[in-house]
């Protein structure tokens, strides 16, 4: 699993036109690592992670345009939201391209109902993190959060998807009881 783009990139930079303008020098890298790791047996995947590289439209760009016949993604149900994308839609649009399904939950509150919870990439300690469009998340426990995680498993279950699932726990809780929990509920909506 690797990234594509550094995660902290200012929102300012995150355009349609710098994504075009960057596209070639990241494809480079995409085909470097894919060639390196082809010639050692190794598969790599590209998450949707942080906010240049995420969404749908723009990892199928990526992925499509590489021309590395094996490249998959890690498809990050809940980092979607990172640039406002809904995440059952971009499910539906990327399963055909994952090799391994990361599942994560998050709160979505609107930023006015949160004052004083500014900071961007603050997201420890139960602390929220802000959106491209300005929405705030903060990690929970799967299924206890806004993200329709009984849909997605749907769109999953529908799907030729046949690869690894992993869960990924970011919530304010116990981290060895919010994964356990989480872990339950995956096993129960499956």
């Given at each position: 699993r690797h990234d594509i783009a550094s995660f902290r990139r200012p929102f300012s930079s995150?355009?349609?036109?710098n994504f075009e303008r960057e596209l070639p020098l990241m494809l480079e890298g995409v085909r470097t690592l894919y060639e390196y790791a082809q010639e050692r047996g190794i598969n790599t995947t590209l998450e949707n992670h942080g906010f240049f590289c995420n969404g749908?439209?723009?990892?199928?760009?990526?992925?499509?345009?590489?021309?590395?016949e094996n490249l998959k993604m890690t498809l990050d149900v809940g980092n979607f939201l990172c640039v406002d994308d809904d995440p059952v839609a971009s499910v539906k649009?990327?399963?055909?391209?994952?090799?391994?399904?990361?599942?994560?939950?998050?709160?979505?509150?609107?930023?006015d109902r949160l004052p004083?919870?500014?900071?961007?990439?603050?997201?420890?300690?139960?602390?929220?993190?802000?959106?491209?469009g300005g929405r705030m998340l903060r990690g929970s426990i799967l299924g206890q959060g806004d993200i329709d995680i009984p849909e997605i498993?749907?769109?999953?279950?529908?799907?030729?998807?046949?690869g690894y699932l992993s869960l990924e726990f970011e919530g304010m809780e116990e981290c060895h009881l919010g994964t356990e929990i989480s872990m339950n509920m995956t096993k129960g909506l499956f």
């Open positions: 995150n355009t349609p036109e749908a439209d723009r990892l199928i760009r990526i992925i499509t345009a590489s021309g590395c649009k990327c399963i055909k391209y994952a090799q391994i399904i990361h599942f994560k939950d998050f709160y979505i509150r609107k930023k004083g919870q500014t900071e961007m990439f603050n997201c420890n300690n139960g602390s929220w993190f802000e959106t491209i498993i749907r769109v999953i279950k529908s799907s030729e998807f046949d």
